[in-house]
């Protein structure tokens, strides 16, 4: 067993907790509302800017010509489909691209990419790659499980979104992050390896924070 088996078995109660959230299962039974999707898409707009930003620099100092191209591989699939997918998705809302930029990043947002990027810019690729995987696999994990279940009838949107997060591609991108994760903790001292599990950790805690954030759809106290 690598290292991300470890560290998801140590991260499956915040993970249970995720999967059987409000916000997700609503997805899948289509019964979340127009307005928390259309906020929960703003967010996750913004989010994935930086997401990028936090990919790039994993790339950036990454050791091997294979794992930066994988890195990069991550950054087009993010920048070039997810994105164009929220902005189609808002289109459909009404809302405009340039207005989809100018959204303001709620609280728990803001605290998730701030720790991406500090993250990125003051560690290894290793522990970047820690960080931004729950992410990743979190997402493949939910789009499996819900399509598994059936698309929401009368939902083409919610349909749509499942849809995409249930692509191979992306569970392929999930499962080289793993791969990479394993190797890097193989090559790796046990300062490296606990800075890794707690970015995990991190990443993890922030995923579910960001769903519950979208379901209240969560604002700015003052």
């Known amino acids: 067993m690598g290292l991300s088996d470890e560290l998801r078995r140590k991260a499956a109660p915040i993970w249970d907790k995720e999967h059987s959230h409000p916000f997700v299962t609503g997805i899948g039974d289509g019964s979340l509302s127009l307005d928390q999707f259309k906020y929960y898409m703003r967010q996750d707009y913004l989010f994935l800017v930086d997401f990028s930003r936090a990919v790039a620099l994993a790339a950036a100092k990454a050791r091997t010509l294979d794992d930066m191209g994988w890195f990069a591989r991550l950054i087009h699939e993010t920048l070039n489909t997810e994105m164009a997918l929220h902005v189609s998705f808002c289109g459909d809302f009404g809302i405009s691209e340039e207005e989809l930029r100018g959204t303001t990043a709620s609280p728990t947002t803001l605290a998730y990419t701030r720790f991406l990027l500090q993250t990125a810019f003051s560690q290894n690729a290793g522990v970047i790659a820690s960080a931004i995987l729950p992410c990743s696999w979190g997402?493949?994990?939910?789009?499996?499980?819900?399509?598994?279940?059936?698309?929401?009838e009368g939902q083409p949107l919610l349909a749509r979104w499942i849809e995409m997060y249930n692509a191979p591609e992306f569970a392929e991108l999930a499962d080289w992050l793993r791969s990479f994760i394993d190797r890097e903790a193989e090559v790796s001292g046990q300062k490296e390896i606990e800075l890794m599990e707690s970015a995990f950790m991190r990443g993890s805690q922030y995923e579910y924070m960001f769903w519950d954030a979208a379901y209240r759809m969560e604002d700015w106290p003052v």
């Open 139 to 152: 997402y493949s994990e939910i789009g499996k499980m819900l399509y598994d279940r059936g698309l929401p």
